[in-house]
């Protein structure tokens, strides 16, 4: 893919209203001398109230997933219906992302912010009030609509805060290190929560969290005026989110109905086809929801992917090891929190000491593919447990590579994602990343569990007969319970094998499809109306 230049408005659309930009230089948060642009002064206070903004969106994407059981038990949830307290949220989020990035755009960054805060907060309460099962099924899924709104806004606002090329890699080191490691604070958090106090404060806690980020980006935050002119693509928002919503929907079914359903094969197939047809739209929209121009340039088309494939790999090992860590070795919710500690800190640490400090002088993809290939590697030594793995031999060395691989992944993609568009479309921009998370996340737990599922229901079909036979026809609860801790690994260590074979599809992809320079905010072709993009993001 070439890197096409920032188109210019079509025929009969408004140009820039001077009034907007002058309201746009007295909402700066510095004033421009004649070095150039200041730095805002409390951008670090600033990043520190993105950074948790973003945070419990991410945290709350898995910190129910813990709580689950409780919660179930004490609504009187079904089995089959169960799935709706993490899929509610995340067919929401995903499906919505888009929409709240335009509106970022459009309204100001600043202000979306903070109205996602405020109904986040608003839906959390209201979810952890909950007196049944359809009360908490619709504040998972107003978390999502609100989270969709929140997201986008919080990285454009990182985007534009930080200006200068070194602070802006330390800046989405800190980012890339909440969206890499925030999934495990959230099982860790969830853990701790659940077994201390109550299921109810896994969502609770996001109305503390919430206030504490409102009142810090009333006092801290700054940003232009948004885009009075434009206008919402509704067309596009109906084919877009309905497309992506139909696909999340259809892989969430897939996992109780099966891949042959037709249900399922008419979700996947009319989403899929929803979205073509919005591509086709986008190409020809006078207000497009997603100038594609933003995923045309060819590393930030790559880097997208590249989130995508790579968190399809990790929510499903999270997946996995959840199950795995109670349900085969016995450990307590705050225990099989407390097991992902050290993957989320060595997250943290590559993030922050490794790729910030050499995204500046190293292309990303040598950072990308590299770690990609280390989550590969992690991943499929993980393919080895069994029921009698223990945790330093077995899934501490596996999960420490996990995270030292994805703490090289998440920063530089995210970064090279978001560089080198226009500001009137930094907001879509960051909900393109945040969509590709939610959707691979979504993706990931649909279609390797319905892998694990499949292995697991085969294996026992062969093994619990011949185990019958040779023991005169009777198993005791112990030896039916070890079969079936057996069956289950199984199934588990096979999809973990298919999570790998993700993440080397994802090195690859990394390794051929990005090619910015270090540092750069485009890829090496860029045009000047590229480079006149990047210039007027520096300009913020």
């Not at 079904?78 to 509106?103: C, D, E, H, M």
């Not at 434009?230 to 992506?244: E, K, S, T």
């Not at 960051?430 to 390797?448: F, H, K």
Request: glycine share 12%; aromatic share 8%.
């Amino acid at each position: 893919m070439s890197n096409p230049a920032t188109p210019t408005p079509p025929s009969g659309t408004p140009g820039p209203d001077p009034r907007a930009s002058a309201g746009a230089t007295r909402d700066r948060p510095a004033a421009t001398e004649r070095g150039g642009p200041q730095q805002d002064a409390h951008r670090w206070w600033a990043l520190a109230v993105i950074a948790l903004a973003q945070l419990m969106v991410v945290l709350d994407a898995t910190i129910v997933n813990i709580a689950l059981p409780s919660a179930q038990r004490d609504l009187g949830i079904s089995t089959g219906n169960r799935q709706w307290v993490i899929t509610a949220y995340t067919l929401a989020f995903g499906g919505l992302l888009l929409l709240g990035g335009r509106i970022a755009d459009l309204v100001g960054r600043k202000r979306t912010f903070m109205i996602g805060l405020v109904g986040f907060a608003i839906a959390s309460g209201l979810g952890g009030a909950a007196q049944n099962s359809a009360m908490l099924f619709g504040a998972r899924a107003l978390q999502g609509v609100f989270a969709a709104v929140l997201a986008p806004s919080a990285l454009s606002l990182l985007t534009t805060t930080f200006t200068d090329g070194r602070e802006r890699s330390k800046a989405f080191g800190i980012y890339g290190a909440i969206a890499g490691g925030g999934a495990a604070i959230g099982l860790l958090l969830g853990g701790v929560l659940t077994q201390y106090l109550d299921w109810r404060w896994c969502l609770y806690v996001n109305v503390v969290i919430a206030v504490i980020a409102l009142v810090g980006a009333f006092a801290l935050l700054h940003d232009r005026e948004g885009n009075r002119e434009a206008r919402l693509d509704i067309p596009g928002v109906v084919l877009g989110c309905g497309g992506l919503i139909a696909i999340v929907y259809g892989l969430s079914e897939a996992e109780s109905r099966g891949w042959s359903s037709p249900l399922v094969l008419a979700l996947i197939t009319g989403g899929v086809a929803l979205l073509a047809v919005f591509a086709a739209w986008q190409s020809r929209a006078a207000h497009p929801l997603l100038p594609l121009h933003v995923i045309g340039d060819r590393s930030r088309g790559g880097a997208v992917l590249t989130t995508c494939l790579s968190t399809i790999g990790l929510f499903g090992m999270f997946l996995f090891m959840t199950f795995y860590l109670q349900n085969v070795l016995g450990y307590s919710a705050l225990k099989a929190g407390l097991a992902f500690l050290p993957m989320s800190g060595m997250i943290i640490l590559a993030s922050t000491q490794i790729s910030a400090r050499l995204l500046n002088s190293v292309a990303p993809r040598y950072l990308i593919s590299p770690g990609l290939l280390m989550a590969a590697g992690a991943l499929y030594f993980l393919t080895f447990l069994d029921v009698h793995s223990t945790y330093a031999a077995h899934i501490l060395p596996g999960t420490l590579l996990l995270g030292l691989g994805l703490g090289l992944v998440f920063m530089p993609a995210i970064s090279t994602a978001t560089s080198g568009v226009a500001p009137r479309d930094a907001g879509v921009a960051s909900a393109t990343v945040n969509t590709a998370q939610q959707v691979g996340g979504s993706i990931g737990t649909a279609l390797l569990n319905t892998i694990a599922a499949t292995i697991t229901s085969s294996w026992l079909a062969r093994h619990i007969p011949a185990a019958v036979a040779e023991n005169n026809g009777r198993l005791t609860a112990a030896q039916r319970r070890l079969l079936t801790n057996e069956g289950v690994t199984h199934g588990f260590t096979v999809a973990i094998g298919w999570a790998a074979l993700i993440m080397l599809a994802a090195s690859v992809t990394a390794f051929l499809m990005i090619n910015a320079r270090p540092g750069s905010r485009s890829g090496p072709a860029a045009t000047s109306a590229d480079r006149g993009a990047s210039d007027q993001v520096t300009a913020l």
